[in-house]
């Protein structure tokens, strides 16, 4: 299975606002610098996660993009539908559409979407190599990741 680059980069953008020490803003110039984009369809990507309720933008002098939940909270499956929610959905069955292919093809899909649903950001964090890129930037004193039951913004 191939991952749209849309999600992606949604998942990417998670993945860097959740390196932020106590959860600082990220602005979009640095998220686009980063991952090597335009700022328009990162723009776009992070209007998606903003309206499911994964990030939440921060106005003002030190603005930006934050995460919104506890890490342990937002699953991949959560970031993949706030950017694909129509695509990931079943549609209702039609006279045209109706075929042994379809539904197995749906079947996967689901069964993919509930794997994903058990990997949370907390898991994608807790990974040995993102510990040690996070350890080499010197984001954290050791390379533990920070308590993740305290990673998030109070609304």
């Given at each position: 299975m191939k991952i749209s680059s849309k999600a992606r980069y949604?998942?990417?953008?998670?993945?860097?606002?959740?390196?932020?020490?106590?959860?600082?803003?990220?602005?979009?110039?640095?998220?686009?610098?980063?991952?090597?984009?335009?700022?328009?369809?990162?723009?776009?990507?992070?209007?998606?996660?903003?309206?499911?309720?994964?990030?939440?933008?921060?106005?003002?002098?030190?603005?930006?993009?934050?995460?919104?939940?506890?890490?342990?909270?937002?699953?991949?499956?959560?970031?993949?539908?706030?950017?694909?929610?129509?695509?990931?959905?079943?549609?209702?069955?039609?006279?045209?559409?109706?075929?042994?292919?379809?539904?197995?093809?749906?079947?996967?899909?689901?069964?993919?979407?509930?794997?994903?649903?058990?990997?949370?950001?907390?898991?994608?964090?807790?990974?040995?190599?993102?510990?040690?890129?996070?350890?080499?930037?010197?984001?954290?004193?050791?390379?533990?990741?920070?308590?993740?039951?305290?990673?998030?913004?109070?609304?």
């Amino acid at each position: 299975m191939k991952i749209s680059s849309k999600a992606r980069y949604a998942i990417q953008s998670m993945i860097q606002l959740a390196m932020q020490v106590d959860n600082k803003p990220l602005t979009l110039a640095d998220l686009t610098q980063q991952q090597g984009i335009s700022s328009s369809y990162l723009e776009q990507l992070l209007a998606s996660l903003r309206e499911s309720g994964l990030v939440v933008g921060v106005r003002g002098p030190g603005g930006g993009y934050r995460i919104a939940k506890k890490l342990s909270d937002i699953s991949i499956t959560s970031i993949l539908m706030s950017v694909h929610e129509r695509h990931l959905k079943r549609p209702k069955q039609s006279g045209y559409d109706m075929s042994i292919y379809n539904d197995m093809w749906w079947d996967l899909s689901e069964t993919l979407q509930d794997f994903l649903a058990d990997i949370s950001l907390a898991d994608l964090m807790d990974r040995e190599d993102v510990q040690t890129f996070l350890h080499q930037q010197r984001l954290f004193k050791d390379t533990s990741f920070p308590d993740k039951e305290k990673q998030s913004i109070s609304a």
